[in-house]
């Protein structure tokens, strides 16, 4: 921790030289804990930042967060820029009413920020609580994940590391990084899934920690859609053939279903698995599958179907398991997934697939036959692709 009380006065080590602090530690200056009022010793090393820690084993809400050096250099850091920035910048801050502590608390025209600063994995249920917690009181969370990151295209993320995924109407879906290491921030916009890990993203955008603030006032990059267009086929067929190699068709309940419903699972129409920018990201099944089961249960075996249709039959699929979302306890996704299901409605539209009836129901136009040989499908692929390409570019 790097706040103490030191003669009833709140004493931060990171306000201080090297000197100083070393000149109170010889001067037998004592120090309390501000939350549980226990003796603290100030440590000052040669490879650590100067802080305080406990010299008993008694409980204490910010002893058990048990912060690693790159938490207290990140908060430290951060703690100095944010001051710059705003007048009331509270390091360590004991919120009562949740019995929290943020690593910093930001106070602007009457509204709060709490800062949390993330380098261990912990459950995102616990980041949900949390996250929920400061919500019920008018405070506004930001995580800040500072894990080191995979470079690389694809960017390959851990569940964990997902978690931190936000949405906004500038960035999509992006993740915000910080390496106290290079005084950085790294921001990953338009995150587009390929796999359950990896994910596609516009050109990231770096922000040394001198320009940081918040909000973040940046100017979105151009989406990753010609990346991930250009790719998707690829991902597409190496999904289904990893699936094949891997996989038993007795043992995997979708191979199982898919073939137990007369379809070639190779042989698919490419109508099922389409990129559906940008609230794909919400799925973590492959977009096949959850694809495949708005055809399979609704839409080739419907004369006549509507939206409110496709929404059970999504959400039933979604309570027996058949398709899993990600997890992103920091980001409330709303009616997201009734977007998400509405853009590739609106897709399967433009392409000719269904067609809106007079009211609000469908009728599929396009009546797929399974074909019987190779030279068949790629006849179907040559059919499908520039009529995709063409009806995206318009878009």
Same mark, same amino acid.
């Given at each position: 921790?790097?706040?103490?009380?030191?003669?009833?006065?709140?004493?931060?080590?990171?306000?201080?030289?090297?000197?100083?602090?070393?000149?109170?530690?010889?001067?037998?200056?004592?120090?309390?804990?501000?939350?549980?009022?226990?003796?603290?010793?100030?440590?000052?090393?040669?490879?650590?930042?100067?802080?305080?820690?406990?010299?008993?084993?008694?409980?204490?809400?910010?002893?058990?967060?048990?912060?690693?050096?790159?938490?207290?250099?990140?908060?430290?850091?951060?703690?100095?820029?944010?001051?710059?920035?705003?007048?009331?910048?509270?390091?360590?801050?004991?919120?009562?009413?949740?019995?929290?502590?943020?690593?910093?608390?930001?106070?602007?025209?009457?509204?709060?920020?709490?800062?949390?600063?993330?380098?261990?994995?912990?459950?995102?249920?616990?980041?949900?609580?949390?996250?929920?917690?400061?919500?019920?009181?008018?405070?506004?969370?930001?995580?800040?994940?500072?894990?080191?990151?995979?470079?690389?295209?694809?960017?390959?993320?851990?569940?964990?590391?997902?978690?931190?995924?936000?949405?906004?109407?500038?960035?999509?879906?992006?993740?915000?990084?910080?390496?106290?290491?290079?005084?950085?921030?790294?921001?990953?916009?338009?995150?587009?899934?390929?796999?359950?890990?990896?994910?596609?993203?516009?050109?990231?955008?770096?922000?040394?920690?001198?320009?940081?603030?918040? $909000?973040?006032?940046?100017?979105? $990059?151009?989406?990753?859609?010609?990346?991930?267009?250009?790719?998707?086929?690829?991902?597409?067929?190496?999904?289904?053939?990893?699936?094949?190699?891997?996989?038993?068709?007795?043992?995997?309940?979708?191979?199982?279903?898919?073939?137990?419903?007369?379809?070639?699972?190779?042989?698919?129409?490419?109508?099922?698995?389409?990129?559906?920018?940008?609230?794909?990201?919400?799925?973590?099944?492959?977009?096949?599958?959850?694809?495949?089961?708005?055809?399979?249960?609704?839409?080739?075996?419907?004369?006549?179907?509507?939206?409110?249709?496709?929404?059970?039959?999504?959400?039933?699929?979604?309570?027996?398991?058949?398709?899993?979302?990600?997890?992103? $306890?920091?980001?409330?996704?709303?009616?997201?997934?009734?977007?998400?299901?509405?853009?590739?409605?609106?897709?399967?539209?433009?392409?000719?697939?269904?067609?809106?009836?007079?009211?609000?129901?469908?009728?599929?136009?396009?009546?797929?036959?399974?074909?019987?040989?190779?030279?068949?499908?790629?006849?179907?692929?040559?059919?499908?692709?520039?009529?995709?390409?063409?009806?995206?570019?318009?878009?």
């Amino acid at each position: 921790m790097l706040t103490a009380l030191m003669d009833h006065r709140h004493f931060t080590t990171i306000l201080h030289t090297k000197e100083e602090l070393l000149a109170l530690k010889k001067g037998s200056k004592s120090f309390t804990c501000p939350h549980c009022s226990s003796p603290l010793i100030l440590k000052i090393g040669n490879i650590k930042i100067p802080h305080f820690a406990h010299t008993s084993k008694l409980s204490c809400l910010i002893a058990a967060k048990k912060e690693t050096p790159a938490h207290i250099w990140s908060k430290a850091l951060l703690y100095d820029r944010l001051s710059e920035v705003f007048r009331d910048v509270k390091l360590e801050y004991y919120i009562k009413e949740l019995q929290q502590i943020p690593d910093l608390l930001i106070t602007v025209q009457g509204k709060r920020v709490a800062i949390e600063i993330q380098c261990s994995t912990i459950p995102l249920s616990e980041i949900k609580e949390r996250t929920e917690g400061y919500r019920r009181e008018n405070i506004h969370p930001l995580w800040i994940l500072t894990q080191p990151l995979p470079s690389g295209i694809p960017l390959k993320l851990t569940s964990f590391q997902q978690g931190f995924i936000r949405f906004s109407e500038e960035f999509h879906f992006f993740l915000l990084h910080f390496d106290p290491s290079k005084k950085s921030f790294t921001l990953f916009p338009h995150l587009t899934p390929v796999s359950t890990n990896s994910f596609y993203f516009s050109k990231e955008i770096k922000i040394p920690l001198e320009k940081f603030t918040i $909000p973040l006032t940046i100017l979105p $990059p151009d989406p990753a859609e010609s990346r991930i267009l250009k790719n998707w086929n690829h991902y597409r067929g190496k999904w289904m053939n990893n699936k094949i190699r891997f996989s038993s068709a007795r043992r995997d309940p979708f191979l199982s279903e898919v073939y137990g419903e007369g379809d070639i699972f190779l042989y698919l129409p490419l109508y099922i698995g389409l990129p559906v920018l940008p609230q794909m990201t919400l799925i973590k099944s492959n977009s096949i599958q959850w694809q495949y089961f708005i055809w399979n249960d609704v839409i080739k075996k419907s004369p006549f179907f509507t939206k409110e249709m496709i929404y059970a039959a999504f959400m039933r699929r979604l309570g027996k398991g058949s398709i899993e979302t990600r997890n992103f $306890p920091i980001n409330p996704t709303g009616s997201s997934i009734k977007i998400l299901i509405d853009d590739y409605m609106s897709l399967l539209e433009k392409l000719d697939i269904i067609q809106k009836r007079k009211g609000r129901g469908y009728i599929l136009t396009a009546k797929w036959t399974c074909p019987k040989t190779f030279n068949e499908f790629q006849q179907h692929s040559r059919d499908f692709f520039p009529k995709l390409k063409h009806i995206l570019k318009k878009d």
